[in-house]
């Protein structure tokens, strides 16, 4: 088993900027992909950017040029720094990793005032 902790979420205006963070510790063998995937209310959960073991990286459109993921590997933990936010990017953040098997944390909420 792999546990997920987040942090770093939080309430900030329009413009602004957070920093989240997810540390995985447990059974860990090799986390392939890491990520965060966000949920706003009434919609769908919805990738926000992964990376891999290999730093390939992928964005929502709605993210490109505003958010950056990261990995450290001695310390299992990825980041998404999140930059000119937006009251539509309000929602829980979930991290997600692969290591054959997915885990998903429980959650931070993000929340943009306008």
């Known amino acids: 088993q792999v546990q997920l902790v987040e942090s770093g979420g939080g309430l900030v205006q329009s413009g602004g900027s957070l920093r989240l963070s997810c540390a995985a510790s447990?059974?860990?063998?090799?986390?392939?992909?890491m990520g965060w995937y966000r949920q706003a209310p009434g919609k769908q959960r919805e990738l926000v950017a992964v990376?891999?073991?290999?730093?390939?990286?992928n964005y929502a459109d709605s993210v490109k040029g505003r958010f950056t993921i990261s990995r450290d590997n001695a310390k299992n933990t990825v980041y998404l720094q999140m930059n000119s936010l937006k009251p539509e990017d309000t929602a829980v953040y979930y991290c997600?990793?692969?290591?054959?098997?997915?885990?998903w944390g429980k959650g931070t909420l993000v929340t943009v005032s306008s």
């Open positions: 447990g059974n860990i063998f090799r986390l392939n992909v």
């Open positions: 990376i891999n073991n290999s730093s390939r990286l």
């Open positions: 997600n990793v692969n290591d054959g098997s997915v885990y």
